[in-house]
């Protein structure tokens, strides 16, 4: 804040409420914040609605469904300096405040904390570790459970129920699984698509283990294999190889993404790889930053991200190979260890 000169930070995403209040809500419409001033004192905005634990150990401001909550919120505002928000504030919200402060200016705030979960400590890293653990005998089920005639739902609604057995809490988004010509999209939704000699199979999926998760993608292929889809699988898998062994602390997130990117480019595929090559995780899936060619930001030791390069070919298919890596003083460390050989599942 002191760097940004910010008088007074407002949080409102779910994820670093809970980094620094070590206290989940999931408030829906309603409007919950954490309002940091300058000098360290904070406010807790909540609705009666919600439950707030002795873990929040500020004031707590209340307000309930008869009032807005904006202007319970404004008594504690100062009309002045600089107010910073994130940038996943509700637009309703932040139009009210706007209305409100009148000599305050207000500006994008979201890097306050948002670098501050970027480098994960050693407790993190350990759960991070564990989850990616999970997901690594989840994706083994997963892709033990393929059968003749199976759709694309089929395996996704199995995802779930093996995460719970392993302890997890379960998947922090929908699994992507995608068959033959509709793994061209990176995001496919899952349908009824029956599965047929010669599909590659995509899954990207990822858990939540005491709240941290992991995401991770594997491509496999049923039956047979064409010469160009195994051309591009050993494409991708090198790209993958080459991109995570430049990893360090110092180096450039765009030259870790552009590596990927050569190895793609060289192969006659560049047009479909369509984009970055990784993200941050943590308490949420997708975290800042973009491991993307254009961020010229510095890797740090501590930070977690994917390297996920990928190969989309309309009409036909795609190969997506994705592993977490956690920096490390000297280098990286892989969470991820469930095989990446080209599998032809019979």
């Not at 209305?99 to 305050?104: D, I």
């Not at 070919?313 to 990446?340: A, C, F, M, Q, W």
Request: proline share 4%; net charge negative; with cysteine.
């Amino acid at each position: 804040m002191k760097g940004k000169n910010i008088d007074q930070l407002l949080v409102t995403s779910e994820a670093s409420l809970f980094y620094l209040t070590e206290h989940w809500v999931h408030p829906m419409e309603r409007f919950l914040a954490l309002l940091i001033r300058a000098d360290g004192d904070c406010v807790y905005v909540a609705n009666d609605l919600f439950y707030v634990s002795d873990k929040v150990t500020c004031p707590v401001l209340r307000y309930n469904d008869s009032q807005d909550a904006v202007e319970v919120l404004s008594e504690s505002l100062a009309d002045t300096g600089i107010l910073g928000v994130e940038a996943s504030m509700q637009a309703g919200f932040l139009l009210k405040i706007q209305a409100k402060l009148q000599k305050a200016k207000i500006m994008e705030a979201s890097s306050c904390v948002l670098d501050v979960r970027m480098i994960k400590d050693e407790g993190e890293i350990r759960l991070l570790k564990e989850s990616s653990a999970i997901n690594d005998k989840a994706m083994k089920d997963l892709v033990n459970r393929i059968h003749s005639g199976c759709t694309e739902e089929e395996i996704s609604h199995m995802a779930p129920e093996i995460y719970c057995s392993y302890g997890a809490l379960g998947y922090h988004s929908c699994p992507i699984v995608s068959f033959g010509k509709n793994a061209a999209d990176p995001h496919h939704g899952a349908d009824s698509t029956v599965l047929k000699p010669g599909d590659c199979i995509v899954i990207d999926t990822g858990s939540i283990y005491r709240d941290y998760c992991s995401d991770m993608t594997r491509t496999v292929f049923w039956e047979e294999l064409s010469p160009e889809m195994e051309k591009v699988y050993q494409t991708v898998l090198e790209a993958q190889a080459y991109a995570s062994s430049i990893i360090r602390p110092g180096i450039p997130c765009c030259e870790i993404d552009r590596a990927a990117r050569s190895v793609i480019e060289k192969a006659g595929y560049g047009l479909y790889f369509n984009h970055r090559v990784g993200h941050n995780l943590g308490l949420e899936g997708h975290e800042a930053p973009g491991i993307s060619e254009d961020n010229p930001m510095p890797v740090k030791e501590g930070m977690v991200f994917s390297v996920e390069p990928g190969i989309y070919l309309p009409g036909i298919g795609g190969v997506r190979i994705e592993d977490l890596v956690v920096v490390t003083k000297d280098g990286y460390e892989s969470l991820n260890h469930y095989p990446k050989e080209l599998k032809i599942l019979r």
